[in-house]
């Protein structure tokens, strides 16, 4: 431990200031990440991208049930 | 087939629409990353080897762009992941953790390469010593290219499923030899393939941009010195590409033959069969169960090139679309019909365990679950259980005119490429280049091309392999999640909005930074 903080000092200086000295192109292009992500995580995940099976069973074995019944139940015709 | 008329067409339509949005579009961001890292690598390797500081403004110049188009693709793949769990849950329940293992060892890479040895390519010039810049730089490139391998993996894993046991207990596919997923013979063909396309396209990138600046008269000896590294690389990717595309075909033969027979446009198989170079189809008089057979308004073929590319010798027979379809006997080729029946009681060992498991009868239980453990069923049973899922044997042809013209397309630009890097070389060592304005234009105009010979290929791929989502086990229609239709196309809009507006910026602000030029 005691010769950690020296090197993490180094590292936060290091991402500080690359942050700090970036160029226009680079500002704006972290700019769109940000809304990106958060355009992917914090609306189309919670809103419109749920697990389907997670959301509706509870647990592995229910879902498997679910899967299972969907892999044989649509033979009906056939046999 | 049965399952589509359990589901809504809409539904499935929509949901391969998404998915086939969102996958393009990311292939947009991808191969840049995998090829441009590589020619960075290698000017930077210049650069501390010769000390020339014209080499490191070069570098700086496509890092930026690089820079832009990383971070504008950086995560556009995770959609792809929440698609499987929304729009495709049995699949991603049925593929299990061979999908899953793949994926998260791409998270976890990525995670590292991006926050760590990025960084330093961009933050740390002057800052670290020149020899761990580059080597940064370096993992940059092979850390990309090997995070590409393991989603290419689990694609592969699809065409061709191998190394797995279906467990009736979980419902999933579980790996029991990671080795066989890994070094199918498809990854294999498609990893090289993949990263051969994107060594290419961003050797095109390089060149076309070069070209503009020679075009331009602006910064001659940096746009020389970098039509220079771009043709070479792009010359020898070319080639790369050629060979790993033949190699890709002859897999295709043995283990998705349907799909090669179309993309040959071949439906009666022969000997001596030709390689059809160019054609073009229309619809014949005749069909096969209910499905119009094409035939060639015109063709160039060179005779016996197919016979001798998949069996290496002139005289081998290729099978037909006809003969996957009715069987061949004297090939020793299943019929679709028979294959219908051994994947219908695959299914219906599938079932008596569910009613075993019922009715609460463990000793019955035990006794299928082995049944599914057994080589003699898996191969000669369970291979087949998608087909259970098929009405009509027509049904197993993919759409025959876009597998025979996206890879015939794919192919003719294969060549262009290869022509086209060879003369860039061929004018700068001749000290011509900077006169031959035709051919600047040329190699301008061409930045596109590999981008739409990309996507041709991944058409070829995907739509190729149709009914299947995985091979012979899993159509499409039974695979996709039982949601409401009008939620796919909302998000199916939000994406085409997204994608295009991050399309737009990285083209906006990479277009500023070429006009800006590299810096003094």
Known sequence: MKYSFPVMNRLFRFYYEGFSNMSSWGRKVWIIIIIKLFIMFAILKIFFFQDFLKKKYDNDKQRSEYVLDQLINSSDDHD | MTMIENVDLTLVGWSRAQFALTAAYHWLFVPLTLGLSFILAIMETIYVRTGKEEWKRLTRFWMTLFGINFAIGVATGIILEFEFGTNWSNYSWFVGDIFGAPLAVEGILAFFLESTFV?????????????????????????????????????????????????????????????????????????LHAISSGFLLASMFVLGISSWFLIRKREELLAKRSILIAGVFGFLSSLLIAYTGDSSARTLSKVQPVKFASMEALYQGKNNAGLVAMGFLKDSDKKIEEEVIKD??????????????????????????????????????????????????????????????????????????????????RENYFRYFGYAFVDNPGDVIPNVPVAFYSFHLMVMLGFFFILLFAMAVYFLFRGTISKKKWFLWIALLSIPLPYIAGELGWVLTEMGRQPWIIQDLMPVSAAVSQISSGTVITTFILFAVLFTALLISEISIMVKQIKTGPKQ
């Open chain 2, 296 to 377: 060639f308004v015109f063709k160039i073929e060179l005779p016996g090139f197919l016979s001798i590319l998949t069996g290496g010798d002139k005289t081998g027979y290729v099978p037909g679309i006809i003969d996957h379809v009715s069987g061949n006997k004297e090939k020793e080729i299943l019929s679709v019909s028979e294959k219908i029946n051994r994947g219908q009681y695959a299914r219906n060992v599938l079932k008596d365990y569910k009613s075993a498991r019922t009715a609460g009868d463990k000793e019955q239980v035990e006794k299928i679950k082995a049944v599914f453990q057994d080589k003699v069923f």
């Open chain 2, 119 to 191: 960084a330093v390519m961009f933050f740390g010039w002057n800052k670290v010593s020149k020899k761990f810049h580059l080597i940064s730089t370096w993992l940059v490139a092979i850390g990309a290219n090997l995070s590409a391998l393991w989603i290419l993996v689990a694609n592969a894993w699809m065409q061709n499923p191998i190394g797995m046991v279906f467990n009736p207990e979980t419902a999933r596919n579980e790996m029991v030899d990671f080795w066989a997923v890994l070094f199918n013979q498809v990854a294999i063909d498609k990893f």
